[in-house]
């Protein structure tokens, strides 16, 4: 058993998070749909998810930590249709532009990070059990749904009775993400529409392609097995997305799915709801522009609860850099960063911190936590009323915390510490420029743009600064 207890979002208790193998915590993430660049919404979702992942590792938890790429849905066929781009090219672009920005963000990259367009036979595979099990029927046009009514426990996690919403038979739905008060039947396996263009594979039933639910099911099957313990995503995934990937799954292997369900509230901007309409569907890079780094956003998106929708101003960045500059200058006081954290290193006098992150996540209290404690540390320090083995033990304590919040400090004089991913960038065009690739070297330092840096060259070096 982890010491983690977690608001469950089937049960609407907060309960402990309990591993079904011994040692290790199986969980999986729907991940990004790569057809643009992810907003800082999304981005809240996937940040609650690693600090998820941290404080069981900082409590001795192994995890396995599986995040799919949505490669192939709706989304990502009309818009690379749209572009005259092929979906892998187009998807891949759009990963690599993810990968840079989690790098940026201090994301821990997942054990597992699944295709949903390299799973097509075993999406098959699993349409046919359904079907042969009486869960699912093709359509004239080739198409296949799942009977919503063949499930009778569909509709418990998002409590479609509590909301009088029924089903029948006759309602179907075939677009990947529908309206929230509605239940149908919905598409496993779409048959071919022009507007698809070359996208599509054989099936038994048609040339088509898989719908977004089925991916999930099937990537979860493969990389953790029937049953597994942590499920999570952002709340517009609660319905009808996971609800379909419940019945699909427990109707497939006639065994529970998931333990545990962890679903994070919404991030808001200016008070307002994040969308295309609006335009404040603010990216890394649009942080990037108004002189922030990937640290304060973070740093900004882990300030309130995951359980409340959290309001984002470009103002709080501003707070965020000053907490974060304080910090920066306990840590130096103390001695700086250690690297490495010794193994099976506790928290010190910082345990209270951890204590509210072990309370369902607690991560506004465990900043308060922070800043109460590391005032007491620096009035101590100032007063020259710590021995050497309490500024050790702030010191690492110190680095735990950060660690489990995934947050990296600016040293005293204000700069940045330099992320290691931020480094080997740097490095890698250094090496590039002296092997004269200069194709190489500018598309590496677009990289080192984009995560939020400035690369400057020097007579034998460069200066790495973050873009403020
Ligand atoms: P998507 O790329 O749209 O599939 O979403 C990736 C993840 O971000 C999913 O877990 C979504 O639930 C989550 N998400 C989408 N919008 C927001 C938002 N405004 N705040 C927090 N999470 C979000
Ligand atoms: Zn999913």
Redesign the pocket.
């Known amino acids: 058993m982890s010491d983690l207890r977690l608001y469950d979002t089937l049960t609407r208790e907060i309960l402990p998070v309990k591993p079904m193998e011994k040692r290790t915590m199986r969980f999986y993430c ?1 991940g ?2 790569v057809y643009g660049p ?1 907003h800082i ?2 981005f ?2 996937f940040i609650m998810q690693d600090v998820f992942r941290r404080v069981l590792e900082a409590t001795g938890m192994k995890t396995r930590h599986v995040r799919n790429l ?1 490669d192939v849905d709706d989304k990502t066929i009309r818009q690379s249709q749209a572009e005259g781009r092929s979906l892998g090219e187009f998807t891949q672009h759009w990963t690599d532009r993810f990968h840079e920005d989690c790098d940026a963000l201090n994301l821990m990259p997942p054990h597992v990070e699944p295709s949903a367009v390299a799973h097509i036979p075993e999406q098959i595979e699993l349409i046919q059990k359904l079907v042969d099990g009486g869960n699912a029927y093709k359509t004239d046009d080739g198409s296949v749904y799942f009977s919503v009514n063949s499930f009778p426990d569909y509709g418990n996690l998002s409590r479609l009775a509590e909301r009088s919403i029924t089903t029948t038979e006759t309602d179907r739905e075939s677009s990947d993400e529908y309206e929230r008060d509605s239940a149908a039947d919905f598409a496993l396996w779409k048959a071919q529409r022009d507007e698809d263009g070359p996208n599509h594979w054989p099936s038994p039933w048609s040339k088509g392609r898989p719908g977004w639910h089925i991916e999930c099911s099937c990537m979860v099957l493969k990389h953790l097995g029937e049953s597994f313990d942590v499920h999570s ?2 709340v ?2 609660i319905f009808p997305h996971h609800e379909n990937e419940i019945a699909q799954s427990e109707a497939a292997t006639g065994k529970p799915f998931v333990q545990h369900w962890f679903h ?1 509230a ?2 808001m901007v200016e008070g307002k709801k ?1 969308s295309k309409s609006l335009k404040n569907l603010y990216t890394l890079q649009d942080i990037a522009e108004r002189g922030f780094n990937a640290v304060e956003l973070r740093y900004v998106l882990l300030s309130g609860s995951y359980r409340q929708p959290l309001n984002f101003t470009f103002d709080s960045l501003q707070a965020a850099r000053s907490a974060l500059k304080r910090l920066g200058e306990l840590q130096e006081k103390l001695g700086g960063a250690p690297d490495p954290i010794p193994p099976e290193q506790d928290f010190g006098p910082f345990q209270p911190v951890l204590d509210a992150l072990l309370n369902d996540l607690n991560t506004p209290d465990a900043l308060g936590r922070l800043f109460r404690i590391a005032r007491e540390i620096q009035k101590a320090l100032d007063a020259g009323e710590l021995n050497d083995d309490q500024c050790e033990s702030a010191q690492l304590g110190l680095a735990m915390v950060l660690q489990a919040l995934g947050l990296v400090l600016p040293s005293a004089d204000g700069e940045v510490l330099i992320p290691e991913e931020i480094q080997t960038l740097a490095d890698e065009r250094w090496e590039a420029r002296k092997q004269r690739d200069w194709d190489r070297a500018d598309s590496l330092r677009d990289k080192i743009t984009k995560a939020g840096w400035q690369v400057e060259d020097r007579k034998e070096t460069f200066d790495l600064t973050p873009l403020n």
């Open positions: 729907c990004p749909t992810a919404g999304n809240r979702t949505t995503g952002g517009d995934l994070i919404h991030l994040m």
